[in-house]
C-alpha cells in the first residue's frame, strides 16, 4: 500500500498537467477509490492508543485527483437523468445494505452490512458503519467517518471535508444519536454511545461545557457515553452583551448503556429541549 499511496503522491505533484485523457493515472486513482468504496481503506481512524484522529493524506489526494481525470457524464436512472462525473454506488443488495427509494450513495463511499438509507445522501469517502441508520434528509459528508449503530436522525447534516487536504473530517463514534437538524461540521467529533439532542450545532469553534460543573471541556468534541444539548452563554463585547452557542452536557451515561427512548426524552424535556 505504500507504494499506491506513493504514487498518488507523485501523481498530487504534476496534478495540474492531468485530465480525462491520462489513463494510467485515471487506473491508479480508480483502483484506490475502489477500495474506499468495499471498506479496504478509509480516510481516517481513531488511534487506539492516543484517541487522536489520524487523517490518511493520500486518500483525500486520490478523490480530489478523481475529479481531474473524469469527465461529467449523463446517467439515466428510471424517469430521472444525472450529469455527474461520478458514478453512484452499486451492489447493495450484496452488501446487506438496505436503500429506500429517493436516496443515494456515490462511488467511494463505503456502506457497512445492515446500513440502512431512507432519502438520504452518502457523498465519496464517507464511511458509514455496520448497523447505522441514515435517515429521511441526512447528509453525510465527503470523508465523514460514522460509527456502527449509529442513528443519524432526520434532516442531520454532517459535513464533507475534501480541501484543504489536511483538514480532519467529522468523527462519529459507534452507538452514538445524533438528534433531529443537528449539524455536525469541519472536523468536530462525537464520541462512542452520545447523544446530541435535536438543532445542535456542533463544530470547532463550539464549546462544550459541563453542566454540572461550568467547565469547558473542549471545542467541537462532544465526550462518549453522554447526552448533549445546544444552549448558549453570555458573552460581554464592546458593542455589547451577547449570548453565544455552546453545546451543554447535561447527564452521563454508563459505558455501553443503550438509549431508552422514554427516559432521554424525558431528561431532554426536564432541561426544555425540544424531543
Given at each position: 500500500?505504500a507504494?499506491v499511496a506513493a504514487r498518488i503522491d507523485?501523481l498530487w505533484?504534476?496534478r ?6 491520462d489513463?494510467d493515472?485515471?487506473?491508479?486513482v480508480d483502483g484506490?477509490?475502489d477500495q474506499l ?5 478509509a480516510?481516517?481512524?481513531v488511534?487506539?492508543?492516543t484517541g487522536?484522529?489520524?487523517v ?5 489526494r486520490a478523490?480530489?485527483l ?20 461520478l ?12 436503500v ?8 467511494g463511499s463505503?456502506?457497512?452490512r ?9 457523498n ?5 458503519g455496520d448497523?447505522?441508520?441514515?435517515d ?9 467517518q ?11 447534516g454532517?459535513g464533507g471535508?475534501?480541501?484543504p487536504?489536511?483538514?480532519v473530517p467529522?468523527?462519529?463514534?459507534d ?5 433531529s437538524?443537528?449539524?455536525?461540521t469541519e ?7 452520545a447523544v446530541?439532542?435535536?438543532g445542535t450545532i456542533?463544530?470547532p469553534s463550539?464549546p462544550v461545557?459541563d453542566g454540572e ?6 471545542r467541537?468534541v462532544?465526550?462518549?457515553?453522554c447526552?448533549?444539548?445546544s444552549a448558549?452563554?453570555r ?14 452536557v ?6 455501553g448503556?443503550?438509549h431508552?427512548?422514554a ?6 424535556r426536564?432541561?426544555g429541549?425540544?424531543?
Amino acid at each position: 500500500m505504500a507504494d499506491v499511496a506513493a504514487r498518488i503522491d507523485e501523481l498530487w505533484d504534476r496534478r495540474d498537467g492531468l485530465g480525462p485523457d491520462d489513463r494510467d493515472a485515471a487506473a491508479v486513482v480508480d483502483g484506490v477509490i475502489d477500495q474506499l468504496d468495499c471498506g479496504e481503506l478509509a480516510v481516517a481512524e481513531v488511534d487506539g492508543g492516543t484517541g487522536e484522529v489520524v487523517v490518511h493524506e493520500w486518500l483525500k489526494r486520490a478523490i480530489l485527483l478523481l475529479f481531474r481525470l473524469r469527465r461529467i457524464e449523463t446517467a439515466e436512472v428510471g424517469p430521472f437523468e444525472f450529469a455527474d462525473k461520478l458514478p453512484l454506488k452499486r451492489g447493495f443488495a450484496a452488501a446487506g445494505v438496505r436503500v429506500v427509494p429517493g436516496a443515494s450513495a456515490r462511488w467511494g463511499s463505503y456502506l457497512g452490512r445492515g446500513v440502512v438509507l431512507m432519502p438520504s445522501y452518502v457523498n465519496i469517502g464517507a464511511r458509514v458503519g455496520d448497523g447505522t441508520m441514515v435517515d429521511t434528509w441526512a447528509t453525510v459528508g465527503s470523508c465523514a467517518q460514522i460509527g456502527a449503530r449509529v442513528h443519524l436522525s432526520g434532516g442531520v447534516g454532517i459535513g464533507g471535508v475534501l480541501e484543504p487536504p489536511n483538514a480532519v473530517p467529522v468523527v462519529v463514534g459507534d452507538d452514538a444519536l445524533i438528534g433531529s437538524r443537528c449539524m455536525v461540521t469541519e472536523g468536530a467529533r462525537v464520541g462512542a454511545g452520545a447523544v446530541l439532542g435535536a438543532g445542535t450545532i456542533l463544530n470547532p469553534s463550539i464549546p462544550v461545557i459541563d453542566g454540572e460543573t461550568g467547565e469547558e471541556l473542549s471545542r467541537g468534541v462532544v465526550p462518549p457515553w453522554c447526552v448533549a444539548v445546544s444552549a448558549s452563554r453570555r458573552k460581554e463585547l464592546p458593542g455589547g452583551e451577547f449570548f453565544l452557542p455552546c453545546v451543554l452536557v447535561i447527564r452521563r451515561l454508563a459505558e455501553g448503556e443503550r438509549h431508552d427512548k422514554a427516559q432521554l426524552e424525558q431528561a431532554l424535556r426536564d432541561h426544555g429541549v425540544a424531543t
